[in-house]
């Protein structure tokens, strides 16, 4: 069982067979399966997530590292053939509301920080940007979830790059 995809869609009993505790102290470690999921989440941000941060470096060329997430979502998105795609994108629309919410702020915290860094050089534009950027994002992760290779996912990433460097000319 992938811990990221699975966790929400397995019963309790199944989840704490797997994790090799009883309910009692499934219960005391995670409060319930949302609670697993919201730790699975911060777990993710910390160590699977693309490091927008450091990705995001104000010395570089904006369109560089605004094509620069996007390559590196491409590879995050093709790194584990098991669990393709991205986790909280994928997590956005999980039938459970509670995972569906915990996934969705994750989603909101990193496309600000995407604006944000956008508006800095190009606020008249962040907006259209930002979206553009989001929206290639949960396209190559459709795509990650569907089998594309990590060779077409990088074809497709490196060709919305040189549209941001189009949209972006004579701009950081």
């Avoid at 702020?105 to 259209?128: M, N, T, W, Y």
Wanted: some cysteine; hydrophobic content about 45%.
């Amino acid at each position: 069982m992938t811990a990221s995809r699975s966790a929400l869609s397995a019963s309790t009993a199944v989840l704490t067979q797997a994790l090799g505790i009883n309910p009692p102290s499934f219960y005391a470690a995670f409060g319930s399966k949302a609670g697993l999921y919201a730790r699975i989440l911060d777990r993710y941000a910390q160590t699977g997530a693309i490091p927008l941060p450091q990705i995001l470096d104000a010395n570089r060329p904006l369109a560089d590292a605004l094509a620069d997430v996007l390559e590196q979502a491409a590879r995050c998105y093709a790194a584990d053939p098991i669990a393709t795609g991205c986790l909280v994108l994928e997590g956005t629309r999980s039938n459970d509301a509670q995972a569906r919410e915990a996934a969705c702020g994750f989603h909101v915290a990193a496309q600000e920080l995407i604006r944000s860094h956008i508006a800095k050089q190009c606020p008249h534009d962040a907006d259209r940007l930002a979206d553009f950027v989001s929206t290639t994002m949960a396209g190559l992760s459709a795509s990650a979830r569907h089998g594309q290779s990590l060779e077409r996912l990088l074809a497709s990433a490196r060709l919305a790059g040189e549209a941001l460097r189009v949209a972006l000319r004579g701009i950081g």
